[in-house]
């Protein structure tokens, strides 16, 4: 049964996982690196891999013998680690430019890397499935348009209004993975 209070709630964390307003700044450098961003491909493909992971996660875990809490504390760890390099602007993993903008470096890991893998699999947990199919649904047309108007986003948000953006939701982000940290440690003793 629809939840809007679930939605809402699962909704936000992706929202703060994909970081996809804080991800402005690759976005356009990508865009002026290789020319046209394919943001219908790139957005359609992240919420296919979403879903699909949304699915299959927990089989995937069980088939190579880890247990869905131990999953949920080590990605409250990858998230841990993704919030400190938004509230600090650092990059502790850096990868290789990528020569085009296709669904590769966007679709994945840029929209549904590692962190949002996790965040799935976590949210399980606490939420309909129904719930989670819809805010990821909600998100995957957020980062449509944010793909598409990304030049326009930058103008109007400057530099310092996205950065203050990225701290504000890396802040959230902390939090959400110290609440996972503390759910799912008690599970696994």
């Excluded at 590692?114 to 309909?128: I, K, P």
Aim: proline fraction near 2%.
């Amino acid at each position: 049964m629809l939840d809007f209070r679930q939605i809402f709630t699962a909704g936000m964390v992706l929202f703060a996982v994909i970081d996809i307003i804080g991800n402005i700044p690759i976005i356009i450098d990508l865009r002026k690196k290789v020319g046209h961003i394919q943001s219908e491909k790139a957005s359609i493909v992240a919420g296919i891999i979403m879903i699909v992971f949304l699915f299959l996660g927990k089989e995937i875990l069980n088939l190579i013998g880890i247990d869905v809490n131990s999953f949920a504390v080590a990605g409250s760890f990858i998230l841990f680690f993704l919030a400190l390099e938004m509230i600090l602007g650092i990059s502790l993993y850096k990868d290789d430019a990528p020569e085009t903008a296709s669904i590769v470096p966007l679709a994945f890991p840029l929209i549904a890397g590692a962190g949002t893998m996790t965040s799935l699999v976590s949210l399980q947990a606490e939420y309909e499935m129904i719930n989670i199919i819809v805010a990821i649904l909600i998100n995957i047309i957020f980062v449509y348009l944010v793909l598409k108007s990304s030049a326009k986003i930058e103008k109007i948000l400057g530099s310092q209004g996205i950065n203050v953006i990225r701290k504000i939701f890396g802040v959230i982000l902390l939090a959400i993975a110290v609440k996972l940290f503390a759910a799912n440690i008690q599970n696994l003793f």
